[in-house]
């Protein structure tokens, strides 16, 4: 396949490119990918399963590909500077969303590994920056350390955690600073009358056992009709006992042991206080980080229903009568706010056309499949994913370069 990336470039072509002589750069990086991807599978297989590995670097070789028509389409003026905050997870996928990307329109950029991930990260920049030698720089400083001396003088920031610390760092920025917080959401995944059932229950494996259950596009709640909810169980928990635990980088394996401490030890205090509602596995061995996948049954869901964001493989399950209640529970209160994405097998438009106007839905299909490393992404709630400019705030999909063109008037052609 000859992509827009690979295809020689001619001026027209790279009009709308601050940077257009760092796509060789960019074209680098994608063919390791392409062509000698065991060093990078093997680093990432050290914080995820065979499978997620395999999934992200297909997803940064396909970004990589885009990155051209991307600048094009949103056409980013030149920016001096971009601080970033990198993520604890799917880092290769990371460094090229919010580093590679980013240089062809960012004179420089700068980053901060997650101190979960510090090693891998260092290692997998290492690795990349031989090939494309861009002005893109790790910062080992602590977090208030970098944001003195990097994320306070950059023109644009873009931090992926929590809202509660994105928000203490968006405190520090000054006024014209653009600040892009991209977060998590509760992702329901709705099952309504109509559903193929078959197809719903390997879709709702697929997306939650991504990882071994840790990525950010794990559904934290599965709404089933309760006519559907007897069936839907049944099915489901036959699907996981088929799954096979093993290391990870032995490409039968289906999951693992949790890399992420804190995600075990949040779940196994979820597990213990809803111990009475699990319906199958829940057994948790602190030694080896082992976690089986685990179903947990509620009753129902209102608008004041806490759902954790669950690192882990967790079904947290809860059966509905009526899509008219439904859609109020999830376009209301805590649900708004962590609007992110969503996904609805079967018959239920009044309940799709609701939530598409808070959130990014998907229709018979997963979150994964609209996942585009060249398009915005998101919903409209604030703790899911924000930007702002220090005076306006805006919640919707975000895409650095779109933000970057529609959101920084200094930066504007």
């Known amino acids: 396949m000859t992509s827009a990336l690979v295809r020689p470039a001619g001026a027209a072509a790279t009009l709308d490119i601050p940077y257009a002589d760092r796509l060789e750069a960019l074209r680098s990086v ?79 950029v700068v980053f901060r590994p997650s101190s979960q991930v510090r090693d891998q990260t260092a290692r997998l920049h290492d690795l990349l920056a031989r090939r494309h030698r861009l002005p893109v720089r790790l910062a080992a400083a602590s977090q208030r350390g970098f944001v003195a001396e990097h994320a306070g003088p950059a023109a644009v920031v873009v931090f992926t955690g929590s809202y509660r610390n994105a928000e203490r760092i968006r405190a520090q920025l000054s006024p014209g600073q653009l600040f892009l917080h991209l977060g998590a959401g509760v992702n329901p995944f709705v099952v309504a009358p109509g559903a193929d059932l078959a197809r719903a229950v390997d879709d709702a494996v697929e997306v939650r056992m991504l990882n071994a259950g840790q990525d950010c596009l794990g559904p934290d709640l599965f709404c089933v009709h309760r006519s559907l909810l007897p069936a839907f169980l049944d099915a489901l928990v036959a699907r996981l006992e088929q799954l096979r635990y093993g290391p990870y980088d032995d490409p039968g394996t289906d999951y693992g042991p949790l890399f992420y401490e804190s995600a075990l030890e949040e779940t196994a205090v979820f597990l213990a206080r809803n111990r009475a509602s699990i319906v199958h596995g829940g057994a948790v061995d602190f030694a080896s980080r082992r976690l089986d996948p685990v179903v947990v049954v509620a009753d129902g869901v209102t608008p004041r229903t806490h759902v ?56 018979d299909a997963t979150l994964l499949t609209v996942d585009d490393g060249n398009a915005p992404f998101g919903g409209h709630g604030r703790q899911a994913n924000y930007i702002t400019d220090g005076e306006t705030l805006w919640a919707e999909p975000v895409l650095i370069s779109k933000a970057v063109a529609d959101h920084l008037p200094e930066a504007a052609r």
């Open 308 to 363: 954790p964001e669950f690192f882990a493989p967790v079904f947290n399950v809860v059966g509905y009568d009526d899509a008219g209640s439904l859609a109020a529970t999830l376009t209301t209160g805590p649900f708004t706010e962590r609007a992110l994405g969503a996904s609805v097998y079967g018959d239920a438009p009044a309940l799709t056309d609701a939530l598409r106007r808070r959130t990014t839905v998907t229709v």
């Open 30 to 108: 994608r063919d390791l990918l392409v062509e000698e991807p065991g060093p990078v599978h093997r680093l990432l297989c050290e914080i995820s399963t065979h499978r997620a590995a395999r999934y992200e670097i297909e997803a940064a070789v396909d970004t990589l590909e885009g990155a051209a028509e991307e600048m094009r389409t949103y056409r980013p003026g030149k920016v001096p500077s971009v601080a970033v905050f990198m993520p604890s997870n799917v880092i290769l996928y990371s460094y090229v969303l919010y580093l590679l990307v980013p240089s062809l329109y960012a004179e420089r």
